[in-house]
C-alpha cells in the first residue's frame, strides 16, 4: 500500500481561467478540491504568447462578474502580462487552492472502488472527480507542407514573440484568424515584407454604432448559440484588439503592404502553391460582415435605440492586384522568404486521462462538459456548451453548471436509508 497518497475530493487539472472559474464555484459550493498547474497561474498568457497580445474582448467584458481589470479603461483591450496578473489577483482574492509547478502525468480510475488516482511530478493524489480545465490550446497545430530543410525559419504561432525574433527578411504568415492577422499586422508595421496565407473566416465589425462586437453578440443571442454552424466548425474569426482595437480589413491591409495569398497547399522545388480560394474567402468574410451589420441595424430599429449610424461601415474596399490576380505558386527564395509563422491553430491533448469516455479522434465525449466517463469533467473547451464557452466569461457559467453537477453527485453518494 501506498502510504504517500494524498487525497482531495476534487481535482482541478490546469490553473488558467478555467481552473480559477471551477475553484470559485466548488469553493461556494462547500466542495473540498485541489488545482494543479504546471507552471504559473495563467501561464500560457505570459509564456506561450507574443509580446505585444492583447485580449480580444475589452476589458468590461472580458473578466470574471467578481473582479474588473484595476486601473484600465473598460474600452480599452489589456495586454498578455495584464490578463495573466489579472488571473493571478483573481486566485488570490477566492483563496484557490491552487500548486504551481506540479505537472499532472496521467490519472486513472481506481481498481475495484470509487474514484481516480492522478500521477504528479509531486506523488500521487486520488480524488473522487476530476475536472480538464487545460483549455483548448494543448498541442500546436504546424501543417506538414514545407520540409524542415527547406531553408528558412518555421515556427507555430505559440513560440513567436516579436519581429526582432526572425532573421533578416520576408515573413510568410499562414493563417487568417486573430493571431495570424494580428501578427501579420505587427511584422508589417516594422517594415517587413509580409505575406499573408488567407483561408475561410469570419470578419466581424471591432464597433459598429458605438458599440463592440462583444456587445452585439450579447444582445443578438449568439452568445448563447448552442452549435456550430454545419460546414463552419473550422472557419476562423479575424478580430483584433491591437492598437486600440479595429476592424480587420484584408483588403486595406493589403493597400499598406500585405500580399495575400490563398490557403497554403503543396510544397515543391522551393516552393509553396497556394488554392484559387482568395477571392472566395474573402467574398464569405465580406457576407458575414455585412450580415452582423443587417442585424444590429435590425436590432437598433426594433428597439428603438438611439445609435448612431454608420454608412461608411458598408463600404468595400476595391479587390487589390493579389486578389484580381492571385499568385498560384511563391519561391521562398525569390521571394525573399526567411520565416515562416504558422498561425494554424491547436490540438487538443488528453493523453494523460488514461480513462474511457473519447472518441476515435482523442476528443472528449461530454454533454455540457459532463464526461461519459463518471466522475471526469471537462472545462473551457470550445462549444463545451455555447459559442462564449472558451471566452472568460462563458468559462465562468460553465463551471458553475459543471459545479453543481458534482454537488448533485456528492448529495446522492452521501445519502443514508433511513431506519
Known amino acids: 500500500m501506498d502510504t504517500a497518497v494524498e487525497n482531495t475530493e476534487a481535482l482541478i487539472v490546469g490553473g488558467g481561467q478555467a481552473g480559477l472559474a471551477m475553484s470559485a464555484h466548488l469553493s461556494a459550493s462547500g466542495v473540498p478540491h ?248 474573402l467574398s464569405r468574410g465580406d457576407a458575414n460582415y455585412l450580415s452582423v451589420l443587417d442585424e444590429a441595424d435590425a436590432y437598433v430599429s426594433r428597439n428603438g435605440l438611439d445609435l448612431p449610424e454608420e454608412t461608411a461601415a458598408r463600404r468595400i474596399e476595391p479587390d487589390p492586384d493579389c486578389v484580381t490576380d492571385p499568385i498560384p505558386r511563391l519561391p521562398l527564395a525569390e521571394a525573399g522568404i526567411a520565416a515562416i509563422v504558422w498561425a494554424t491553430g491547436y490540438a487538443v491533448d488528453f493523453s494523460w486521462l488514461k480513462v474511457g469516455g473519447f472518441d476515435e479522434t482523442g476528443r472528449p465525449i461530454h454533454q455540457r462538459g459532463v464526461s461519459t466517463e463518471p466522475g471526469l469533467y471537462f472545462l473551457g473547451l470550445p462549444w463545451l456548451s455555447r459559442r462564449g464557452s472558451s471566452f472568460i466569461w462563458g468559462v465562468w457559467h460553465d463551471a458553475k453548471f459543471l459545479a453543481d453537477q458534482i454537488a448533485i453527485q456528492r448529495q446522492y453518494l452521501g445519502y443514508k436509508p433511513g431506519a
Open 34 to 281: 485541489l488545482v494543479l498547474e504546471r507552471g504559473r497561474i495563467a501561464e500560457r498568457w505570459r509564456s506561450e504568447r507574443w509580446d505585444s497580445l492583447v485580449a480580444n474582448g475589452p476589458a468590461w467584458h472580458d473578466r470574471f462578474p467578481d473582479l474588473e481589470f484595476p486601473n484600465c479603461d473598460p474600452e480599452s483591450f489589456p495586454g498578455k502580462e495584464s490578463v495573466a496578473d489579472y488571473f493571478a489577483a483573481y486566485a488570490k482574492k477566492i483563496a484557490a487552492p491552487v500548486r504551481v509547478g506540479v505537472e499532472v502525468r496521467s490519472v486513472e480510475r481506481n481498481d475495484g472502488r470509487p474514484g481516480f488516482r492522478v500521477e504528479t511530478s509531486a506523488g500521487i493524489i486520488e480524488a473522487s472527480y476530476v475536472v480538464a480545465a487545460t483549455g483548448p490550446f494543448q498541442r500546436p497545430v504546424v501543417p506538414t507542407i514545407v520540409p524542415e530543410d527547406a531553408g528558412v525559419v518555421q515556427i507555430h504561432s505559440n513560440r513567436y514573440r516579436n519581429p526582432g525574433q526572425l532573421p533578416e527578411g520576408a515573413v510568410l504568415v499562414v493563417g487568417s484568424g486573430a493571431s495570424g492577422v494580428q501578427i501579420a499586422d505587427e511584422l508589417l508595421r516594422a517594415g517587413r515584407r509580409v505575406y499573408l496565407s488567407v483561408g475561410p473566416h469570419d470578419r466581424p465589425p471591432r464597433r459598429y454604432r458605438g458599440r463592440d462586437y462583444c456587445w452585439w453578440l450579447g444582445v443578438l443571442g449568439k452568445w448563447d448559440a448552442q452549435a456550430v454552424e454545419p460546414g463552419m466548425e473550422h472557419v476562423s474569426i479575424s478580430v483584433s484588439g491591437a492598437y486600440g482595437g479595429h476592424t480587420v480589413d484584408f483588403r486595406r491591409l493589403a493597400a499598406r503592404g500585405v500580399t495575400l495569398l490563398g490557403m497554403a497547399r503543396s510544397y515543391e522545388d522551393g516552393a509553396i502553391t497556394f488554392a484559387p480560394d482568395l477571392a472566395e474567402n
